[in-house]
Nanobody
């Protein structure tokens, strides 16, 4: 069974940085495309970033483009989301997922438990 365990969330001031990690077990990360999503209180889950299965392509939501970088280390079977220049509107629970290279949550098969990111102004 594939499991994803996230870490790295927390409280940070606006303009600061955080790196989220997502460790994958039960299947090699290279078998999947990887995605990151977030859900703010009272809002629907939204796409943040995706990395294709061979890591040759990445895609970002406009709201995070230029500030967030998604990556993966297949040797460690872990994926990362480096978040810089954080804004209060980035406050959300962040989820990692593996599946098909896409922006829709339904295209991802397995999900992490989520990690909370709070950006103070």
């Amino acid at each position: 069974q594939v499991q994803l365990v996230e870490s790295g969330g927390g409280l940070v001031q606006a303009g600061g940085s955080l790196t989220l990690s997502c460790a994958v077990s039960g299947r090699t990360l290279s078998s999947y495309a990887t995605g990151w999503f977030r859900q703010a209180p009272g809002k629907e889950r939204q796409f943040v970033a995706a990395v294709s299965r061979g890591s040759s392509s990445t895609f970002y939501a406009e709201s995070v483009k230029g500030r967030f970088t998604a990556s993966r280390d297949t040797a460690k079977n872990t994926k990362y989301l480096q978040m810089n220049s954080l804004k209060p509107e980035d406050t959300a629970v962040y989820y990692c997922a593996v599946g098909t290279y896409a922006t829709r949550s339904r295209d991802y098969d397995y999900w992490g438990q989520g990690t909370r990111v709070t950006v103070s102004s």
